[in-house]
């Protein structure tokens, strides 16, 4: 009974082992951001010209180098848009988690309540306790009326006692004065004949007399007090019986009592351990829920470190392609200058040498050309798998809660 009004421990560690600290939001919300690296790569305006059109190939290559805004900011945006699910999510776990605490609470409050008794109970305790008051003061009285009629009785047996005693002394008296004049008589004759006078036998028999009439009443007195200590210890050991019966009546009471009592409480715990039952049963499946989504941000975050730096290299790559084009670019134009030049300076009729080296020039033009449209394909290759991976990963991205 005393254990039933102490709350389980599995329910104080059932609450406390698995709470997400304040600062967690702001720890998911900066775990759900990217980390810092290089900015997302700029997408070129136009894709790349046909073979021959060199002007349209020039506009390109001043104006490739510009980033789309409108690329970026969608990016932007479906990371704020996975962040604030994210958000809202832990938001909605803390709040079930704050809900199933203030039950608990409310199951202790319950539980102390149900284990103190109640109103009508007191109430119903009070009423039997003033009928089982009125019971006993009939049985007190209805005692008391036989407690004085067996003292009459008793009283009148008694008297009577003292009456037979008075007469069985009187008669013992009386028998014993004859029996000790009777012996004081064949005393003194015997006594007056050994010692040669009857006064002298007279004072003998009357001291002998006095000591036996001293042993007498010390015996008799002796006698008496025996009687009175073995009714006393008689007395004692009917009050010990009684006493004994009627604590055991009492204790046997009391038991059954503090049984009933015993079983309403299990009854009661019972029902409460139900309801604590089902409590931490709804905490470990929200404690689990949160170990899920936890599990799973980490996943989407080590995928996320992943495919961004699967696209640092890409950009690498990039980068390098592109400043080998400009590189190209930049000796096709000088090689065109240069050309124009030496046109604007001297005809070629009649040059075979410079025909040929011309021929040689258009020869390497043309090569140029062939390589320049070559890293253009492969150029256009590229941005194409740069679309193709920022459309799987913001694939990726709305996948995620």
């Known amino acids: 009974m005393e254990a039933a009004g102490e709350p389980g421990p599995e329910e104080r560690e059932g609450s406390g082992d698995n709470e997400v600290p304040e600062s967690e939001p702001d720890a998911l919300s900066a775990g759900s951001g990217e980390p810092e690296g290089p900015a997302e790569p700029p997408e070129p305006e136009g894709t790349a010209p046909a073979a021959g059109e060199e002007e349209s190939g020039a506009e390109e290559a001043d104006g490739g180098g510009e980033p789309e805004p409108a690329a970026r900011g969608e990016a932007q945006e479906a990371e704020e848009r996975e962040r604030a699910a994210l958000l809202a ?3 909605a776990l803390e709040a079930e988690r704050q809900r199933l605490h ?3 609470s409310r199951l202790q409050l319950l539980l102390g309540e149900a284990l103190r008794p109640q109103r009508g109970e007191r109430r119903a305790d009070e009423a039997g306790g003033q009928q089982l008051f009125a019971q006993r003061l009939r049985e007190l009285r ?4 036989r407690r004085e009629l067996d003292a009459a009785s008793w009283r009148r ?3 009577a006692r003292r009456r037979d005693r008075a007469e069985s002394e009187a008669r013992a008296g009386a028998a014993w004065a004859a029996f000790q ?3 004081k008589a064949v005393a003194v004759q015997t006594l007056a004949r050994r010692r040669g006078g009857r006064e002298a036998a007279l004072r003998a028999v009357g001291d002998i007399q006095a000591r036996e009439q001293d ?16 009714l006393e210890v008689r007395n004692l050991e009917s009050a010990l019986r009684t006493h004994g019966e009627t604590l055991k009546g009492r204790h046997l009471a009391e038991l059954n009592h503090m049984k009933k009592e015993n079983q309403k409480l299990n009854e009661k715990l019972d029902g409460l351990n139900d309801e604590v039952l089902k409590l931490k049963k709804k905490v470990a499946d929200a404690e689990r829920i949160l170990g899920r989504v936890r599990e799973k941000l980490q996943f989407v975050e080590a995928e996320n470190r992943g495919r961004k730096a699967e696209l640092r290299d890409i950009m690498s790559v990039l980068l390098q392609k592109r400043d080998a084009l400009s590189k190209t670019k930049q000796a096709r134009d000088r090689l065109r200058a240069r050309n124009v030049k030496l046109q604007q300076q001297r005809g070629l009729l009649g040059e075979e040498v410079l025909l040929r080296d011309f021929e040689e020039k258009v020869n390497a033009m043309e090569l140029l050309q062939r390589q320049l ?3 253009k ?3 256009a290759g590229l941005i194409l798998k740069q679309r193709e991976i920022q459309k799987k990963m913001r694939e990726a991205n709305s996948f995620l809660p």
């Open 89 to 91: 999510e832990h938001r």
């Open 142 to 145: 209805e005692l008391w009326r």
């Open 215 to 230: 042993k007498e009443s010390a015996v008799r007195e002796a006698r008496l007090e025996n009687i009175k200590v073995k």
């Open 377 to 379: 394909h492969h150029h």
């Open 157 to 159: 047996r008694v008297d």
């Open 102 to 104: 203030q039950a608990d």
């Open 181 to 183: 004049a009777r012996k």
């Open 373 to 375: 449209e070559a890293l």
